[in-house]
């Protein structure tokens, strides 16, 4: 439960920020932080048992049938990522408390920040690969969500769409591969996964696996040629950055390529993708950091660069490289937030983060500017700080695996190294130098407790440095022990190897970086340039944007050629595809057999020809005379009620009449407000012989795929048999479901994941249909008073529907069917509380409530109903996605399956023993989700006329509709 806790408690925390005021910056940071804090308290005591080699766990059966459980697994890597995950979070809490502004919608960043990091450690502890890739996606929206944060600025929100493009196909792909890696494997399990390292590597399916997984890793990593995104990223406040670039998103590919390093290294593919990817991005992001003018910019592709290392080690497949990976992964975490924040308090307080503005901020912020200068040096490599060791581990890596014949990979690393020492040199140009005199502020050091984080992590950078041994080789040990195993190879971690090769490197980086900071600075005019040399050319982002804009075009002309903005020809097309595509499947046609005479019931047959009759009829009336096609269409209804019934199946019967009855009154409300249709004979128009045409190609189109369908129903009868499981539900639903109604029980037991899936999409139905009739503004014509409600004669014309049902000619209905909505609502919960062992249940129950309040607004009217009727639909949806979701939960916390049902007997007063399963809790979140959707729907429909009586008061339009017919 520790694990569960752990990746829970953000998102729960995301949820009470979002309810938050707006304004209660210090009430946002201060749950941020203690989530962080508390996450913190629960990682560290484990130390002891992790570094021992053990494995914390926490699984929960999901799919057992298909390898898929919810597993959370904390070794030593693991551990290691959680720590950084958490502190790094606690840290950026309390930078952003005096970051933001408090103009700023602050209760949606914090809320989006502990939804990241949820995200972030679900990711690293989970212990299934289906499950990763969930957690994987999202990191994706969540960093969407943090990206476009001030999404009224463009650069956020293309930066925004551009990262989340990227990141989401890669986790597609990711995806596929890790389906790949199970199908190999036998299992999705990742301890099963990472023992399959020989049968994987062995297998054919091993390259496809390989390419779809290191897509997967390279896309969120930023690496070459994905590593456009990042970059544009740095329009997310500059909290956002520095958790994204230290210790979360980016980070999360590295991760995922040291976690599956046991299965997919140690082959020749393995070192070209994931080590050319490597030293290709930490060249190309090296090389192009020098030449950006923006602070956050250069160190966007400082973190490309430094990506690009670690990928290079990874891709190296030697133990010391791995080694060498995650301390320097650790080392990056840790001066690359505290330059991030360093960057922030400097645009914070100078308005600007324009390098060509810059100049002279030590005078004025001496502080933050020698903190930012110790950071930069750790980028760079300098002696005594924590970079400088994992930069000659990975010298010496290089080295190693050239030997004596290829100083190929050497060079490159010794280029990076140069141009990091170059890119770190002009990020700390800005402090030196006469002092700027025309930046947007006055600068001044920042809050005390603004600038503690970058302290603390500038206090790790010296303490890493000068004393790595104690102060992280324990935990760099056990994290890498947690990969390699016994593999695990002996290294020592110390400031002074002797003069050896990697030292030697070392000096050649830093005295090269200064020369060619020096030359860049005086003779080619670095302040000045707008773009790299060379590289400016190969715009990823231009051609991010260019396959964006095709693939625009593309839809564009498959909507052109295949769309149409009336129904008609799209109905068209469908029907053509349904006649033509099961000829394309079954051609040549099979025979089909004779079914044997049965004695037919002409009561049974009467009935059909009644429903038959009356779609018929609906399909002729639809055009033009609305009302009695939408009559009919309740008669075919009612026919199909009817059949449930006479078929025994009284609880599809009784489910089917509820739904027409609330469709037909919902419909009948939305009809008012459509502009009437008129004949061509009262408009006196002779119809072209074309559409005459048009009209006969259409019924024979409708009547063969009316034929078609029929052949298709008469061959499925005419078929065998197959095996039914009904036989199995009708055993089973007392004894495994608590219920002797069958029908009950598989809706809210055996398959109440399918039901909490279709009270679900109910809910978004009913969500979208409300935001659309917010918009919606009926035609001038739909909006009178129709002429059969404007007779003179009638008294009732000139009373409101809440004076008629009061006082007027609808008092005695009015007064009965208030009366009538507590019996109603008995009926409800009477067919609600029977609905497992007898016809009933919440779906039903819920309709019939909605249908007490259907006819209180349909004979009072909607201001007399909500003013003395609290209607709230969607706390009613809320409540009924929340009790069904919160059920299935509930087996969770006993260790069940989700929605496992039990059963439990209570012995009641007066009452006596009853039994109370708890599915009941499931349908009764069905019961309010039905209810909510349906009065949802309602409201919306009924404030139309709201609206319309305010037009129609206002004089805007005519009184009345002078037509035959006003629906």
């Known amino acids: 439960m520790l694990l569960l806790t752990l990746v829970l408690v953000p998102f729960i925390g995301s949820i009470i920020a979002a309810c938050l005021p707006a304004n209660a910056r210090n009430g946002e940071a201060v749950l941020t932080g203690a989530i962080a804090l508390f996450g913190l308290l629960l990682t560290a005591p484990l130390y002891p048992q992790i570094s021992g080699g053990a494995i914390e766990r926490y699984q929960a059966e999901w799919l057992p ?4 459980s919810f597993a959370l697994r904390m070794d030593g890597l693991a551990w290691l990522f959680v720590m950084l995950v958490l502190l790094i979070g606690l840290l950026v809490a309390l930078y952003a408390r005096y970051y933001m502004s408090p103009a700023d919608p602050v209760q949606r960043f914090f809320s989006f920040l502990l939804a990241f990091m949820g995200s972030m450690l679900g990711v690293v502890l989970s212990g299934n690969l289906i499950q990763l890739v969930v957690f994987w996606e999202l990191t994706s929206l969540t960093s969407l969500l943090l990206i476009g944060y001030w999404h009224h600025r463009i650069d956020a929100r293309r ?9 989401a196909t890669g986790g597609l792909c990711l995806l596929v591969g890790v389906l790949v890696l199970g199908h190999i494997a036998g299992s999705y399990e990742l301890d099963a996964v990472l023992a399959a390292g020989d049968k994987v590597r062995a297998h054919s399916l091993y390259v496809v696996a390989l390419v779809l997984v290191a897509l997967g890793a390279l896309t969120k990593s930023a690496q070459f040629p994905f590593h456009f995104w990042l970059p544009h990223a740095m329009a997310a406040p500059t909290p956002v950055s520095a958790y994204l670039h230290s210790a979360t998103m980016v980070k999360a590919g590295v991760f995922l390529l040291m976690r599956l390093w ?18 290709c991005t930490m060249l190309v992001g090296s090389f192009l950091a020098i030449f950006q003018h923006d602070l956050k910019g250069l160190l966007a592709y400082s973190t490309i660069s430094h990506l690009g290392l670690i990928t290079v080690l990874l891709g190296l497949g030697t133990p010391l490289a791995l080694v060498a990976a995650v301390f320097h992964t650790l080392n990056h975490a840790i001066f690359k937030a505290s330059l991030f924040m360093a960057a922030g308090i400097i645009d914070h307080e100078t308005g600007t983060r324009d390098m060509r503005q810059l100049r002279g901020l030590y005078r004025m912020l001496p502080y933050t500017s020698t903190l930012a200068i110790v950071a930069s040096a750790a980028m760079a490599g300098v002696p005594l700080l924590n970079g400088f060791l994992s930069k000659e581990m990975f010298f010496a890596e290089t080295a190693l695996v050239g030997g004596t014949e290829d100083w190929n990979m050497s060079i490159a690393a010794v280029a990076m190294g140069i141009f990091s020492v170059t890119y770190s040199l002009r990020f700390i140009s800005v402090f030196f130098g006469q002092p700027a005199r025309d930046l947007p502020r006055v600068p001044h050091e920042p809050p005390r407790w603004m600038r503690f984080p970058v302290e603390f992590l500038v206090l ?25 195993g016994q593999a695990t190879p002996a290294y020592e971690l110390a400031v002074w190897h002797g003069i050896n090769l990697p030292l030697l490197m070392s000096i050649v980086a830093l005295v090269g970086g200064i020369a060619i900071y020096i030359v860049l600075r005086k003779y080619y005019g670095l302040l000045q340039s707008d773009q790299a040399p060379v590289l400016y050319r190969f715009n990823g982002a231009r051609m991010y944007e260019r396959i964006m ?18 129904l008609q020809p799209q109905l068209l097309l469908m029907m053509l595809m349904l006649v033509g595509a099961p000829l394309l499947l079954v051609w040549p046609l099979p025979v089909l057999s004779a079914m044997p005479r049965t004695e037919i019931d002409p009561l049974f047959a009467l009935m059909w020809f009644i429903g038959a009759a009356c779609a018929i009829a609906a399909a002729w009336q639809a055009k033009y005379h609305r009302l009695a096609a939408l009559i009919l269409v309740g008669g075919t209804g009612i026919v199909t009620s009817l ?15 509820m739904v027409e009855t609330v469709t037909t009154v919902l419909i009948l409300l939305g009809l008012r407000w459509l502009p009437p249709r008129i004949t061509p004979r009262e408009l006196n128009i002779d119809v072209p012989r074309r559409v005459w045409l048009r009209r006969a190609r259409d019924l024979l189109i409708a009547v063969a795929g009316g034929l078609g369908m029929a052949a298709v129903s008469y061959a499925v009868l005419v078929r065998p048999p197959p095996q039914s499981i009904g036989d199995f539900f009708l055993l089973h639903s007392l004894s495994g479901g ?37 918009r919606f503004r009926p035609a001038p014509e739909s909006i009178a008073v129709p002429i059969q409600q404007a007779n003179d004669v009638d008294p009732a014309v000139g009373q409101a529907p809440d004076e008629q049902a009061n006082s007027g000619y609808l008092m005695v209905g009015g007064v009965y069917l208030r009366f009538l909505l507590p019996f109603m609502m008995v009926v409800a919960v009477y067919f609600f509380l029977r609905g497992h062992n007898l016809p009933g249940g919440g779906f039903v129950a819920g309709l019939i409530f909605a249908v007490a309040i259907i006819t209180q607004y349909m004979l009072a009217g909607t201001n007399w109903v909500e003013s003395h009727i609290r209607v709230r639909p969607h706390d009613w949806i809320a409540c009924g996605l929340a009790a069904a979701c919160l059920t299935g939960l509930g087996a969770w916390v006993f260790g069940y399956p989700f929605l496992t049902s039990h059963t439990s007997h209570l012995t009641l007063p007066l009452l006596g023993e009853i039994h109370v399963p708890s599915a009941f809790f499931f349908d009764l979140g069905v019961f309010l989700a039905v209810v909510g959707t349906t009065m949802l729907i309602l409201v919306a429909l009924a404030h139309q006329s709201i609206r319309g009586h305010r037009l129609t008061a206002g004089g805007a339009i005519p009184e009345t509709v002078s037509t035959k017919e006003a629906i």
């Open 549 to 566: 804009t095709y693939l625009q075009l593309g839809a564009s002309s498959l909507v052109k050629w295949l769309g149409a903005q009336r």
């Open 460 to 484: 790790l950078c010296l303490v890493v440095g000068a004393v790595p041994g104690p102060s992280v080789g324990p935990i760099l040990h056990m994290a890498v022990v947690s990969v390699l």
């Open 159 to 167: 930066g925004a769409r551009m990262a989340f493009t990227v990141t």
């Open 262 to 279: 046991p299965t997919l290294s140690g082959t020749p593919e393995w070192t070209w993708i994931i080590a050319g990817a490597g030293t």
């Open 738 to 774: 608590g219920g002797t109604n069958a029908v009950n029980v598989l809706l809210v037991d055996f398959r109440g994941f399918d039901t909490m899936g279709e009270i679900t999409v109910l809910a978004i139905v009913a969500l979208t249909v409300y935001a659309l009739l917010r």
């Open 65 to 68: 049938g298909y390898g898929v």
């Open 643 to 657: 059949s449930f019934l006479w078929l025994s199946a009284p609880d599809l019967a009784l489910t089917q009449l």
